[in-house]
T-cell receptor, first 109, second 111 residues
Framework: GIQVEQSPPDLILQEGANSTLRCNFS?????LQWFHQNPWGQLINLFY???GTKQNGRLSATTVATERYSLLYISSSQTTDSGVYFC???????????FGKGTKLTVNP | DAGVIQSPRHEVTEMGQEVTLRCKPI?????LFWYRQTMMRGLELLIY????????DSGMPEDRFSAKMPNASFSTLKIQPSEPRDSAVYFC?????????FGSGTRLTVV
């Protein structure tokens, strides 16, 4: 099956700093989503981005499907950005997603 | 819309008991997914439905697990008999074309 690798596994920032999270995948995908799991366990969909670039406030994402990676940018980080960020991919026309192991982000005040 | 609704939020049960988890997807979403999250295995897909029909149940760990979707607004995941290794957070998610919406999850503890 498809492999999804996220880096870094852990990231600690001071409030106000910028960061880039990376997701590499091993095969062509037809679906790629980024999620944020907050400290209370809720999974929030950030982006549906199988290709191209999208922005939503301080967050943006870019997927380069031909090179099999996606990047999530967080600018001017806030303590509420803390949690685990997951990349998930779908392939072969299926709607199911395979999740990476996540990047745990801690933003200190 | 109230989002994807799961119940119960927490369940503590004794080994050998039957456990039923429930999910109400977002109205109009024709895909429903059941995921399990553990520290060791992360988020793994158990089964998913399209228009109430099971499409892929290859992630269901063994015969003790079963899932049904009797109509477009309700699905259940049943574990019988439960074992301590089933302890995890079980998430339900739904989608129509793009972008999953997850429920709040059910934290299951089997003692």
């Amino acid at each position: 099956g498809i492999q999804v690798e996220q880096s870094p596994p852990d990231l600690i920032l001071q409030e106000g700093a910028n960061s880039t999270l990376r997701c590499n995948f091993s095969d062509s995908v037809n679906n790629l989503q980024w999620f944020h799991q907050n400290p209370w366990g809720q999974l929030i969909n950030l982006f549906y981005i199988p290709s191209g670039t999208k922005q939503n406030g301080r967050l943006s994402a870019t997927t380069v499907a031909t090179e099999r990676y996606s990047l999530l940018y967080i600018s001017s980080s806030q303590t509420t950005d803390s949690g685990v960020y997951f990349c998930a991919v779908g392939w072969g026309g299926s709607e199911k997603l395979v999740f990476g192991k996540g990047t745990k982000l801690t933003v200190n005040p | 819309d109230a989002g994807v609704i799961q119940s119960p939020r927490h369940e503590v049960t004794e080994m050998g008991q039957e456990v039923t988890l429930r999910c109400k997807p977002i109205s109009g979403h024709d895909y429903l997914f059941w995921y399990r999250q553990t520290m060791m295995r992360g988020l793994e897909l158990l089964i998913y439905f399209n228009n109430n029909v099971p499409i892929d149940d290859s992630g269901m760990p063994e015969d003790r697990f079963s899932a049904k979707m009797p109509n477009a607004s309700f699905s259940t995941l049943k574990i019988q008999p439960s074992e301590p290794r089933d302890s995890a957070v079980y998430f339900c998610a739904s989608t129509v074309v793009a972008g999953y919406t997850f429920g709040s999850g059910t934290r299951l503890t089997v003692v």
